[in-house]
């Protein structure tokens, strides 16, 4: 047994409480070691009189380890546990001294793992309607117009040109309103929003005036619009919270610029210096982006201020919550300053942070609720480009999952692109069929399947601005099919297994495939890029699939099916 390949830690992502009663433990052992695994647990304070035993399951593999999990229900909130390994008839124990081959429970409360308490505030929630949430991503100026009444002097660009970085083209909030039948059509029930305050750019993300809307988007009586009627269709908004820097142009910038020190503002920034050199860039900002200066989230008045600005727009417009820019630069300080006043006048408005990488730090359930899910984008672009067979696939989105605690993970937000990623399409040689079937994997992983404008047009793009490009209303009719197809797969989310159910992530003669299972019904996903293969699936009901034909999941396609032939709606 490789002992240095044994993990376990406390008030963890492997070791969490998911209500009062109930709470999640994981340990992670060797892959290449045959082991049972239970756990041994009870009351803290009479642990050494009271005590259960119970097998634990291999829940999930990657590369190197096995990870086992079980869902205990406990009557005391505080409990001990500690692990039984068992192979080749040898047993041992692992506390928090290691592994062992005896243990005395009798001194246990010298070096048992425990839950010293579940307490209510640190119990992180799941927010109910992102079970099922289906979101769809827009660049506004590029989705569609719907304002042919506005000035339109700023537009440069006609619809349909290749994108330049300085390019507008004139799509507005009342484009999204005039679409908003055929979203929810398409089976989205959740918009996010790039940014849309006043800001001299096309893509909004440096910030003059956080309380105005930008003039070539709408106005604040159009917005409201929009959240009215989306909500009527059963459609929830997501806006852009651009909190780690602002444009240069915004008033209290220009302030710095004009006192130097003396300005109020001056500690808002990260200034080397007494005054601001814009030749000699003396002050931090976004990426070595000169017109976007960064603010300093670690001073309260800065953390006052956009606490107030994330409050105006949920109260005053009934916004359903934020998707959090560059969120992995601001402080620490101020997300948990931000959520607890956000979850103050709505706890089920959802805080997505802008992570790219692995934001354990910020999921604990004290700043964002989870992330813009760019690790399974990654596996995703890995797989569908043939850099890794499905055994890989599945090691890899195995081990995002352990990353994170249940709760966060079934509101991750999973995407195969973005504004700020090559189109997917492109990246995978406008090969539809692997789109189709990236979609279907989205949607059945944990988490909140994320589409971005056009992807189910098949929209081409390389990197930014190329990744921005104009949505094409022409080819809806056009790829009707795979529309429809799309539409089936996000129907899913309706049903049990999806929302509620358990996840199983396995490779099989290089098919990738993945199980949801929830009480007495299983529904599993097949992906295959390899060649043509059998595959024969009676006694099941197929809910989606392409290219699947006559027994034959044929290569780049999917095939969906349930064990049992009625759902839970």
Known sequence: MNEEAILHIMDSHMSFPINKNEIIIRIRTSKFDSLKVSIIHGPKFTYHITRYEEEMRLGYVDRLFNYFEIKLNVSDDRLAYIFKIEENGETYYFSEDGISKEYDFDLGFYNYFQMPSINDADIMPYIPWMKSAVFYQIFIDRFNRGDYQKDDSYINSKWGDIP??????????????????????????????????????????????????????????????????????????????????????????????????????????????????????????????????????????????????????????????????????????????????????????????????????????????????????????????????????????????????????????????????????????????????SIALMTMFLGAPCLYYGTEIFLEGGYDPDSRRNFDWNLVEKNSKQINTIKSIFELKNLAPIKHGDIKITCEKNQLIITRSYENENISLYINLDQDISFDKKNTEILSSNKYNNEILEKDGYLIVSDRSSHEK
């Open 164 to 437: 330049r970085q300085d390019s507008f083209t004139g799509g507005d909030l009342k484009g999204i309103i005039d679409r908003l039948d055929y979203l929810k059509d398409l089976g989205i029930n959740t918009l996010y929003l790039t940014p849309i305050f006043k800001s001299p750019s096309n893509h909004k993300y440096d910030i003059i005036d956080y309380y105005e809307i930008d003039s070539q988007f709408g106005d604040k009586s159009k917005l409201k619009e929009l959240v009215e009627k989306a909500h009527k269709n059963g459609i929830r908004i997501i806006l852009d919270a651009v909190f780690n820097h602002i444009s240069k142009e915004n008033y209290m910038f220009k302030d710095v610029k004009d006192k130097g020190i003396n300005s109020k503002y001056y500690d808002w920034f990260s200034i080397d210096g007494d005054y601001i050199e814009e030749d000699d860039v003396n002050y931090k900002t976004f990426s070595m982006v000169d017109y976007m200066p960064r603010l300093n989230t670690s001073n309260t008045e800065v953390q006052d201020y956009l606490i107030k600005v994330g409050k105006y727009w949920i109260e005053e417009f009934g916004i359903d919550g934020w998707r959090l820019d560059v969120s992995d630069e601001v402080s620490h300080d101020f997300w948990r300053r931000f959520r607890k006043e956000i979850k103050s006048i709505n706890k089920n408005a959802v805080l997505i942070g802008e992570n790219w990488h692995d934001a354990a730090s910020y999921l604990q359930g004290d700043q964002f609720d989870s992330i813009m899910n760019y690790s399974f984008t990654k596996t995703s672009l890995d797989y569908f480009c043939n850099k890794i067979d499905a055994e890989n696939a599945a090691f890899k989105l195995n081990g995002i999952l352990m990353r994170n605690k249940d709760q966060v993970n079934r509101m991750n937000l999973n995407l195969i692109d973005t504004h700020d990623t090559h189109r997917f399409y492109t990246e995978v040689n406008q090969n539809k069929d692997k789109v189709l079937a």
